[in-house]
């Protein structure tokens, strides 16, 4: 039987419901790690990066006790990571990283099983730590994800993070539900227990705390990450416009840092809030969203300007910067125009249909509703989108310098 492959049909791809509809994130995260190097917005917990490094720290010590194959690296961590939050959670009680649900849920036995049903969430790698902080410690240079191994600053501590009656207690647990994936294997010595007492301190008082400090937060050759790592650590609250407006008075040497992260924001947040109205008009004409649609072109014309001088970009960024850069804003009707078929490029770029649409009728086609944002989301002098690493510096200088554990 002959099998014949057609082109795609634009018309039958579905939107790809994802947080970018624009693909805006290339041209952020580069401004971004001018200031935060190695974090991500979700890597923002001490814990975190203690569990991930803990249980990669003990694996050559497993790997070699047990012969285990370096494909097993995965089993291996599911089982550990939960062994790690389950002691956690029944001593503690307190889980701050992804499995809280299942916990409070009532997946408190001290057990540990590479069957689904006892993982910490649907798709234990695919949304814990395991994905969260594994990119952070390899840029921070804790840790070689090609050989698994963490490097020595961190191999140097294992002794201190787990005592060898725990490990002994923790290695034979996994190493039998490694030998048999739906077997449901208990941990020795239940909640009262020297393993359970172990990983639970170490969750609450990190080991690795005093040395996360400068790979992570004040790397070598980044002495504006450390200046803002400083800062960060005494401050309770803040918001991004006061906050890089006074790093810049504070720290005059990267005032043009600051000024091009800035620049950049002041054009994508309305950019994307302009998107998120279209998306809220569904049936719209071109002509009355134009009439309607409630932007300052001249504001925006010196936001794209501005933008157009907000530092130098590569790859990725480099191409979707140029595209936002060019946007049409003759009329507010060619803004539109232009911002919608930039965003069909995108889409299609992905294999995916667009959120939002001109039809044959030069009508807006809505594929992907969402409420519209309000007015001040809308003009660059006050719309903010992107948080540029930040909350997760600030999270975690608080942790380690201030020790300050919240549950944010």
Known sequence: MALFFSDYDHELLRPSIGRDPLGLQPIWTTRARDLVPHLTAQSSRLEGFQVLLTIFGLWPEFQRRYKAKDGQIRNFYVLMEQAIARCAYAVNEHWPLPGRRRLKGGQKD???????DFHLAYGQLASGTWIIYRGAAERAGLLDLETHRVTEIIAAKMERVLEARAREHLFKAVGE?????????PLRGGKSGLLATALAKMIAKPPLETVLLEPLMQPAGRPL???LT??????????????????SDQLPDYRKTFEQL??????LAPLEASF?????????????AAYALPVDLDALRGAQVAFRD??????????????????DLASKASFIASL??????ISEARSAGPWVLLNEGNRLEVRVPMEAPNKGELHPATAWRNDYYLTALWRLSRQIIKGVHDDA
């Open 276 to 288: 998120e109205w279209l998306c809220a008009n569904s049936g719209l004409p071109l002509s009355e």
């Open 230 to 247: 400083t800062r960060l650590a005494e401050l309770d609250s803040w918001q991004h416009h006061s906050l890089l407006s006074q790093f």
């Open 225 to 227: 990450t450390a200046a």
């Open 310 to 327: 907000s530092g130098p970009y590569e790859g990725t960024g480099q191409k979707r910067q140029a595209l936002y850069a060019e946007l």
């Open 262 to 267: 800035v620049r950049c924001e002041r054009w």
């Open 177 to 185: 539900a490694m030998a048999s994936p739906k077997k449901v294997v």
């Open 340 to 345: 919608l078929e930039t965003h069909r490029q």
């Open 110 to 116: 001290l057990v540990i099983s590479l069957d689904r």
